[in-house]
């Protein structure tokens, strides 16, 4: 039992330093990968794009930071971690949604 709690004191600390400051996303990186999701579109034209969107959910997201709550924060940052690629956009949508339950 002992271990469990302490293992949860950890946890809760780790999710509130990682709530302090607007995660770092490797956006070129992301962007690469997610390429082989986009249709219609030429390889470059698409990279353009999600860097752009990345670019400016990042701005959005700084501007707001202060705004979403420690446990939405601690909530939605791990989850940009499945899959590998993580994306402002969608941290900000994850924020946002959960902003709006209230």
């Keep these: 039992m002992a ?3 302490s ?3 950890l946890g ?3 999710a509130v330093a990682v709530a302090d400051k607007v ?3 490797d956006v070129p990186r992301s962007c690469r990968l997610d390429l082989a999701a986009t ?3 030429s390889v470059d ?5 999600c860097v752009s969107d990345e670019k400016r959910a990042l701005r ?3 501007s707001q930071w202060s705004s979403f709550s420690g446990a939405d924060k601690a909530e939605c940052i791990p989850l940009e971690s499945v899959g590998g690629t993580p994306s402002c956009v969608s941290l900000l949508t994850c924020l946002q949604m959960r902003n709006w339950d209230r």
């Design 7 to 9: 293992m949860m004191v």
């Design 23 to 25: 995660p770092a996303f």
């Design 3 to 5: 271990f469990s709690v």
């Design 60 to 62: 959005q997201l700084t």
């Design 39 to 41: 249709a219609g579109l």
């Design 12 to 14: 809760l600390q780790l």
């Design 45 to 49: 034209q698409s990279r353009k794009s």
